[in-house]
């Protein structure tokens, strides 16, 4: 009986084992025997058959089963590698996978190019009016500036005898508040004249007086004075004076406007 040699693990000696074939030959001769002296009353035993004399060839195919083996020979079988039998059918698909966890976040692109900016858009509606803002606190008083009055005088001046009333004194101012004083001296050379004075804020009488039966060759003095507002700019402050009978004249004639606040 041939047999193989085969090195155990970890060792360096070598161990002979029988080949699958020549185990299979003399199991199955063993039973074709066996049955044979069963047969014929123990004539011929397993042990009368020389090593060898019974070959594979000798043994009908299909005459061993796997039932007739022994544990240990099947397991002596199984340990072999026999002859690759021949491919099986496809398998039948399996159940579709469980879904795989979302991927991580790719990397944000690179920017695009800026276009051209777009038409500007229709002006929107005015929004209302916000509410007013408290009152802030008051300032400091400034210091009281410097008045300074505004004045004009004149001499001798005609008066003719029953003509229109003749500006004896006359000053322009800008507008403003203002305390007016106004003075002349007046003269007749009649006896028992009457002479009248005015006093006007452009064509506005703001003063007057009135003289009447004066001695003869008399000079009297005359003033006038008021407080008056003038809206425009420059206005006339002005003293017109008239005699009624014989001619006169004024003299010594001021005009002074005070401005106030």
């Not at 009135?210 to 001695?215: F, I, R, S, V």
């Amino acid at each position: 009986m041939m047999k193989r040699a085969v090195r155990a693990p970890g060792s360096q000696q070598r161990r002979w084992w029988p080949t699958p074939p020549i185990v299979l030959a003399g199991v199955a001769i063993s039973i074709a025997l066996g049955g044979t002296a069963v047969a014929a009353s123990g004539l011929v035993n397993a042990g009368d058959i020389a090593t060898g004399a019974v070959a594979g060839r000798a043994i009908r195919n299909g005459a061993v089963q796997p039932k007739d083996l022994s544990t240990a020979t099947l397991a002596l079988l199984e340990g072999g590698q026999g002859v690759s039998g021949a491919k099986g059918d496809p398998g039948s698909g399996g159940a579709p996978g469980s879904g795989g966890a979302p991927g991580s976040n790719g990397a944000n692109g690179a920017n695009g190019a800026n276009g051209p900016n777009g038409a500007n858009g229709a002006d929107g509606t005015n929004g209302t009016n916000g509410v007013d803002g408290a009152k802030g606190t008051d300032g400091t008083n400034g210091t009281n500036g410097t008045i300074a009055p505004l004045s004009a005088t004149k001499g001798l001046t005609a008066l003719p005898t029953a003509s229109p009333p003749t500006t004896v004194v006359e000053l322009a101012v800008p507008a403003g508040h203002y305390v007016v004083l106004a003075k002349t001296e007046l003269s007749h050379t009649g006896a028992g004249d009457s002479v009248e004075c005015t006093l006007k804020a452009g064509a506005t009488t703001i003063d007057q007086i009135a003289m009447k039966t004066l001695p003869a060759l008399a000079a009297i003095p005359a003033s006038l004075q008021a407080v008056t507002t003038t809206a425009t700019s420059p206005t006339e402050l002005s003293v017109q004076c008239s005699v009624l009978v014989a001619n006169g004249s004024a003299n010594f004639s001021s005009l002074i406007a005070i401005p106030t606040a």
